[in-house]
């Protein structure tokens, strides 16, 4: 990315937009990186079950592990949840699983608490684990941003795609579908062609220090 400046620009605003430019390449070199192992996750689920990715991929023999952040307030959030249920129906006989994690800082918003996750996932009818993140390690050793932020896992436990869902809140809009585009390609056993997306959502609400 080029930033141009005037020559007339003052220098304490120059100062600020090198700053917020090496701020962003320094957030995007934090990124998982594309074809390493990817964090393991034991997280507890809304159904009193455990959510074990490595139990997942090596026990359960799934061939992929679709790994969302979601949020109960983020409308952008709240608009991917249907898609995200029709995905896995889509995928399930395939060998996927979905995994809708909450690191939400419930403080700060009481729709994100443990409890209000049990009545989403029920009004909602999620088909998937729904895990809470209360610590919000999980979330920071995935280096996740926002919701709805997606990380696919390939059976060998490695991250072949993280970004956005698709591209566009709107699924009347939507015309790249980058999650299903990845699974097919890993499904396939071939590599995925756009495997980094721009990511966009509610920013997590971490814990204040």
Known sequence: M???LSKAAPVGLCLAVVLAVSARAAEEKKQLEIGKPAP???LPGVDGKQVDTDELLQAKK??????VWMANHCPVAVAYQDRLIQLQKDYEDKGVQIIAVSSTDA???DSDSF??????AKEKGYNFPFVYDESQDVARAFRATCTPHVFVINQEGNLVYRGAVDDSQNPKKATKHYTRDALDATLGGKPVETAETPQFGCS???KKK
């Open 115 to 120: 409890e209000n996750m049990k009545k989403r």
């Open 204 to 206: 997590i609400k971490w």
């Open 40 to 42: 393991a996750l034991k």
């Open 62 to 67: 799934k061939k992929a592990l679709v790994v």
């Open 107 to 109: 403080s700060q918003y």
């Open 2 to 4: 080029r930033t141009v």
